[in-house]
Structures are given as structure tokens and as C-alpha cells.
């Protein structure tokens, strides 16, 4: 008898890109290789002690039960009350649905959003799942090509001109994983008109918004008061070293958040209650917020300065200066040529010649590129640069 799925269910669907990478990356370690490995997309960072705290305290004092299938009322309070303060807009409790991690909530507000025969705008680069969601929901993910002039960003007539070919939807992710370019507030407006002019949906994955390193960085959730069909989502797994605890959140119009509460309600319920306690915790003591966030950003900053002063001098790649999340998009076209061969290859061959583990850009549907995660410490970053310098003699021919 067969134990396949059923079909259809999974049609489309396939298994990370990156996971053939990371099974080797591991089998050559254990061959007792010296493998540096920038290809995670998690803080190296221990979740903030007061945080751990306060997850340890819940199990104690016994919240170990059912959670409420939109999430606690206080951390939904309190994630509205935060928006609001580091964004502004306007935002209800009501229109907050807390679930396990930023990735569930995406994955809702597609599915309940888009459905067969709906075309969902997704500007490439993109992160990895957002084609696989949009597919599950039944939609079509509609690649929208963006350009390294302007940095890969969508601009408002590229947007209108995908749209006009008929669209319902559109995925932005700002800050960007994996180019880390971050649109500004006139740059969203532009984009919010034109999404209104098509009536189209904007899904806007935040879940890097409070790791940037520019000030004039804008969110939509300080735009639905002037368009209402804004879904934003974010969580706690990225700024605040959070990746196991499973805790995201998305802000939308009340009717979807209460169609995304039914479907998580059969699904879940909701993530573990020690976690959501832990998020409140997180949000709730300001001063130790505002201390352990401003530690880790300015921990990836250095780096961030570190690494583009290091990889400079390396010919034939190219790094883009990222405007938040911790990664660097690097154009390796240069090295792939020289290579004869995609970036996956390129990916595959740095991994085995000098043991330095990276994403291929074709994973994020862009050739030539490179993904470099620089969530990783001070030594295991500069070894990771000599290794991609000798990368760089070894292809080029001692350039
Ligand atoms: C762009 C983007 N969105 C969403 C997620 C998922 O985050 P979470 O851990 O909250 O599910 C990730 C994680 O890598 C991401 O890079």
C-alpha cells in the first residue's frame, strides 16, 4: 500500500533548496572537516536572559494550559501598544492574531486571503517559502523581477505594470532577507497607491523591522489608516533571538483576523503559553527591551562593517550594503563564470574547496548571487573572509 500524500495537496511543493547544502556542509564536518557555516537564518545570540526568565516563571506558576486561539489578550495589548509606539498608525487588540512564529501567520493570511485563480505579486529576490505558501493556498505566485540599480526594490510603476496583468495580491518583505534593502516611507507610499488603484492585498513581512541600519526605515502598519487591505507581519524571532519559542503576529482588518483565528484555531490553537509569556515579557520591560535589542543590532552592525570592508578587497564579488536583517547579497556572477557553472554549483565547490557554507541565489530566485548570514561571532566572520579571499586567488587565478 502506498504511503504517499494525497494528491494534489502538495503539488508544486518542493523541499528546501538549501538543504542539500546543509546535509553536506554536516557530513563533511563529521568527516572531521573545518566547515564555517554562514548559511543559517537565526541570531547567533542566546534569547536575553530576562526573557528566558520570564518563560521559566510561566511554566512555574503554572500556565501550562490551552491558550486563547488568537493569543493572549495581554500580549496582544501589549504587540499593539508596540507597533504603535516604534511606527505609529493606529492598532486594536483585535486586530492582533499572535501565533507560532511569523511563518504561521503568513501562511494564514495567504491562505485565507487567496485562493484558485488569484495571481500574488512576489518581487524576487524573495525569501524561500513564499512561493510554496502562496501555492498551498492553491494561488499562483507570480515572479516580479526587481533590479540591482534599483536596489532590488519594486518600484510603483514596476508594480503597476505586473498588476495590469492581472493580480490580487502582493508579498513585500522589508527589511529583506536576502538583499536586506529597506524601503522608505515614500517609497511604500507610491507602492500603497498603486496597490489601491488595483485593489490589490499587500502582505508585509516586517520580521526584520527592528534590525536596520538606516533611520529613514518606514512600516506599513503606520499606513492602513490610508489603505485598509494591509496585512503586517512580524515577530520575535529575529530581534530578540527568539527562533525557538515559535511567536509571530500579524496586524490586519478585523474580519481577517478573525478568518485566520478559525483556521488556526483547527490547526494549533495557537503557540505554547509559556512562549507567549515570554513574548510579553519581552515587550514589556522597556528598559531591558531596549538594552538587549540595541546590544544585538549594534553587534551586527559592526559586523555588517566588518565584512563589507573585508569582502571589498576580494575580486570578482561584489557585496550589497544591506539596510537591515544580518544577511549580504553578494554578486558573484564573476566567480560563477569563472567557475562555469550557477550559484548553486559556485555554492557547492566554496563548500568543498575552502569549507565555507553559503546560500546559492538561485534558492531566493536570483542567479549570480550569493547569501552570506553574518549571524555568526567576531573569529568565525574573519575566518570565513580568509576563506573567501583564497576562494577568490583559486577562481580567479591569483587576480
Ligand atoms: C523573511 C522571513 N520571513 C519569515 C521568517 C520566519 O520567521 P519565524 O521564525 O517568526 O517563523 C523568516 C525566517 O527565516 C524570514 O527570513
Same mark, same amino acid.
Given at each position: 500500500?502506498?504511503?504517499?500524500?494525497?494528491?494534489?495537496?502538495?503539488?508544486?511543493?518542493?523541499?528546501?533548496?538549501?538543504?542539500?547544502?546543509?546535509?553536506?556542509?554536516?557530513?563533511?564536518?563529521?568527516?572531521?572537516?573545518?566547515?564555517?557555516?554562514?548559511?543559517?537564518?537565526? &541570531?547567533?545570540?542566546?534569547?536575553?536572559?530576562?526573557?528566558?526568565?520570564?518563560?521559566?516563571?510561566?511554566?512555574?506558576?503554572?500556565?501550562?494550559?490551552?491558550?486563547?486561539?488568537?493569543?493572549?489578550?495581554?500580549?496582544?495589548?501589549?504587540?499593539?501598544?508596540?507597533?504603535?509606539?516604534?511606527?505609529?498608525?493606529?492598532?486594536?487588540?483585535?486586530?492582533?492574531?499572535?501565533?507560532?512564529?511569523?511563518?504561521?501567520?503568513?501562511?494564514?493570511?495567504?491562505?485565507?486571503?487567496?485562493?484558485?485563480?488569484?495571481?500574488?505579486?512576489?518581487?524576487?529576490?524573495?525569501?524561500?517559502?513564499?512561493?510554496?505558501?502562496?501555492?498551498?493556498?492553491?494561488?499562483?505566485?507570480?515572479?516580479?523581477?526587481?533590479?540591482?540599480?534599483?536596489?532590488?526594490?519594486?518600484?510603483?510603476?514596476?508594480?503597476?505594470?505586473?498588476?495590469?496583468?492581472?493580480?490580487?495580491?502582493?508579498?513585500?518583505?522589508?527589511?529583506?532577507?536576502?538583499?536586506?534593502?529597506?524601503?522608505?516611507?515614500?517609497?511604500?507610499?507610491?507602492?500603497?497607491?498603486?496597490?489601491?488603484?488595483?485593489?490589490?492585498?499587500?502582505?508585509?513581512?516586517?520580521?526584520?523591522?527592528?534590525?536596520?541600519?538606516?533611520?529613514?526605515?518606514?512600516?506599513?502598519?503606520?499606513?492602513?489608516?490610508?489603505?485598509?487591505?494591509?496585512?503586517?507581519?512580524?515577530?520575535?524571532?529575529?530581534?530578540?533571538?527568539?527562533?525557538?519559542?515559535?511567536?509571530?503576529?500579524?496586524?490586519?482588518?478585523?474580519?481577517?483576523?478573525?478568518?485566520?483565528?478559525?483556521?488556526?484555531?483547527?490547526?494549533?490553537?495557537?503557540?505554547?503559553?509559556?512562549?507567549?509569556?515570554?513574548?510579553?515579557?519581552?515587550?514589556?520591560?522597556?528598559?531591558?527591551?531596549?538594552?538587549?535589542?540595541?546590544?544585538?543590532?549594534?553587534?551586527?552592525?559592526?559586523?555588517?562593517?566588518?565584512?563589507?570592508?573585508?569582502?571589498?578587497?576580494?575580486?570578482?564579488?561584489?557585496?550589497?550594503? &544591506?539596510?537591515?536583517?544580518?544577511?549580504?547579497?553578494?554578486?558573484?556572477?564573476?566567480?560563477?563564470?569563472?567557475?562555469?557553472?550557477?550559484?548553486?554549483?559556485?555554492?557547492?565547490?566554496?563548500?568543498?574547496?575552502?569549507?565555507?557554507?553559503?546560500?546559492?541565489?538561485?534558492?531566493?530566485?536570483?542567479?549570480?548571487?550569493?547569501?552570506?548570514?553574518?549571524?555568526?561571532?567576531?573569529?568565525?566572520?574573519?575566518?570565513?573572509?580568509?576563506?573567501?579571499?583564497?576562494?577568490?586567488?583559486?577562481?580567479?587565478?591569483?587576480?
Amino acid at each position: 500500500m502506498s504511503v504517499a500524500a494525497a494528491p494534489g495537496n502538495l503539488a508544486g511543493i518542493e523541499e528546501s533548496a538549501t538543504l542539500g547544502m546543509t546535509a553536506r556542509a554536516a557530513a563533511l564536518a563529521r568527516e572531521g572537516r573545518s566547515i564555517v557555516s554562514l548559511s543559517a537564518g537565526e &541570531p547567533d545570540f542566546s534569547t536575553p536572559e530576562y526573557i528566558r526568565e520570564a518563560g521559566i516563571r510561566a511554566i512555574r506558576d503554572g500556565h501550562t494550559h490551552y491558550p486563547p486561539a488568537a493569543g493572549l489578550t495581554s500580549l496582544r495589548e501589549a504587540i499593539a501598544g508596540h507597533v504603535m509606539e516604534t511606527e505609529g498608525g493606529a492598532c486594536a487588540t483585535a486586530e492582533v492574531l499572535v501565533s507560532a512564529g511569523a511563518k504561521q501567520v503568513l501562511f494564514e493570511a495567504l491562505f485565507i486571503l487567496f485562493g484558485p485563480g488569484d495571481r500574488v505579486l512576489i518581487p524576487a529576490p524573495f525569501w524561500v517559502s513564499y512561493p510554496a505558501m502562496v501555492r498551498l493556498a492553491r494561488a499562483e505566485p507570480v515572479v516580479l523581477e526587481t533590479r540591482a540599480e534599483d536596489g532590488w526594490k519594486v518600484s510603483a510603476a514596476g508594480l503597476d505594470e505586473a498588476a495590469r496583468a492581472g493580480a490580487r495580491g502582493l508579498i513585500l518583505n522589508s527589511p529583506s532577507n536576502p538583499t536586506g534593502a529597506t524601503y522608505d516611507g515614500n517609497e511604500l507610499d507610491a507602492l500603497v497607491e498603486v496597490a489601491a488603484r488595483h485593489g490589490l492585498w499587500i502582505v508585509s513581512d516586517e520580521i526584520y523591522r527592528e534590525i536596520r541600519y538606516r533611520p529613514d526605515y518606514a512600516s506599513l502598519a503606520a499606513r492602513r489608516s490610508d489603505y485598509e487591505r494591509i496585512v503586517v507581519v512580524d515577530g520575535f524571532s529575529k530581534a530578540y533571538a527568539m527562533t525557538g519559542w515559535r511567536v509571530g503576529y500579524a496586524i490586519a482588518p478585523i474580519e481577517v483576523i478573525e478568518s485566520m483565528t478559525t483556521l488556526q484555531g483547527h490547526v494549533n490553537t495557537n503557540t505554547a503559553l509559556p512562549c507567549q509569556y515570554a513574548a510579553l515579557a519581552a515587550l514589556a520591560d522597556r528598559e531591558a527591551r531596549d538594552r538587549a535589542v540595541g546590544e544585538m543590532v549594534a553587534a551586527f552592525a559592526a559586523r555588517r562593517e566588518f565584512l563589507l570592508g573585508a569582502l571589498d578587497s576580494i575580486p570578482g564579488i561584489e557585496p550589497l550594503p &544591506p539596510e537591515g536583517a544580518f544577511y549580504l547579497w553578494i554578486d558573484a556572477h564573476e566567480w560563477c563564470e569563472a567557475l562555469g557553472g550557477d550559484s548553486t554549483a559556485l555554492c557547492f565547490d566554496l563548500l568543498e574547496q575552502e569549507g565555507v557554507a553559503l546560500v546559492p541565489g538561485a534558492a531566493f530566485g536570483v542567479e549570480g548571487h550569493l547569501r552570506l548570514s553574518f549571524a555568526a561571532a567576531d573569529p568565525v566572520l574573519q575566518d570565513a573572509a580568509a576563506r573567501l579571499a583564497a576562494a577568490g586567488r583559486r577562481l580567479l587565478g591569483g587576480a
